[in-house]
């Protein structure tokens, strides 16, 4: 099975930070791959798919971009709502496995 | 709007067997492939099984491999989890999850989730 590893494991920002968090995968997966964004007591939501792609109504402050084994997510002005756990997830081969997940907190 | 709500869940003793299903409205079902995603309380998320609009292609994580049975019913727009022999690893909160992709033929052309339940909460324990 493909591993997927996050870093940070978690991180504190403030309003405003620029944050970024990087997915690895073991082999390579050719972009086929997957953000979500998960607030406690809710289910995840999509936010990026296919590495770079923005889902509809996602707000433009999230982006996505790697190739390869190594990927990022970045939050280009960290906002109130965006305090939650973000997991990467690989779609290019079973089983679809997701990353341990990064929390952003507040400083 | 789409819709997805999970049902099913309980307190099971372990060895016991246990279904779940997964009512959708708000798109046409039959179009989509469908999945299956854990979380035990407290962890990460953890892909379960998925099922191809035609129910021509199943895949299955290997913990759940050979237990675990996915299953629609396109007339119903209803997707099910056979789950058997459940063992205390397998609590958590059973999400279920539609595929991004309009009818793919082989589950590794998805590329994503794009709506999920509120999920339905799976307690293995004696």
């Known amino acids: 099975a493909i591993q997927l590893t996050q870093s940070p494991s978690s991180l504190s920002a403030s309003v405003g930070d620029r944050v970024i968090i990087t997915c690895r995968a073991s082999?390579?997966?050719?972009?086929?791959l997957a953000w979500y964004q998960q607030k406690p007591g809710e289910a995840p939501n999509l936010l990026i798919y296919?590495?770079?792609d923005l889902e509809s109504g996602v707000p433009s402050r999230f982006s996505g971009s790697g190739s390869g084994t190594d990927y990022t997510l970045t939050i280009s002005s960290l906002q109130p709502e965006d305090f939650a756990t973000y997991y990467c997830?690989?779609?290019?081969?079973?089983?679809?496995?997701f990353g341990p997940g990064t929390k952003v907190d507040i400083k | 709007e789409v819709q997805l709500v999970e049902s099913g869940g309980v307190l099971v003793q372990p060895g016991r067997s246990l279904r779940l299903s997964c009512a959708a409205s708000?798109?046409?079902?039959?179009?989509?492939?469908m999945h299956w995603v854990r979380q035990a309380p407290g962890k990460g998320l953890e892909w379960v099984s998925g099922?191809?609009?035609?129910?021509?292609?199943?895949g299955y994580a290997v913990s759940v491999k050979g237990r675990f049975t996915i299953s629609r019913d396109n007339a119903k727009n209803s997707l099910y989890l056979q789950m058997t022999s459940l063992r205390a690893e397998d609590t958590a909160l059973y999400y279920c999850?539609?595929?991004?992709?309009?009818?793919?033929?082989?589950?590794?052309?998805?590329?994503?989730?794009?709506?999920w339940g509120q999920g339905t909460m799976v307690t293995v324990s004696s």
């Open positions: 296919d590495a770079s």
């Open positions: 997830q690989q779609f290019k081969r079973f089983p679809f496995t």
């Open positions: 708000g798109f046409t079902f039959d179009d989509y492939a």
């Open positions: 099922i191809t609009w035609n129910s021509g292609s199943t």
């Open positions: 082999q390579g997966i050719s972009s086929a």
């Open positions: 999850a539609k595929d991004l992709v309009f009818r793919i033929y082989n589950l590794n052309d998805g590329r994503a989730f794009d709506n």
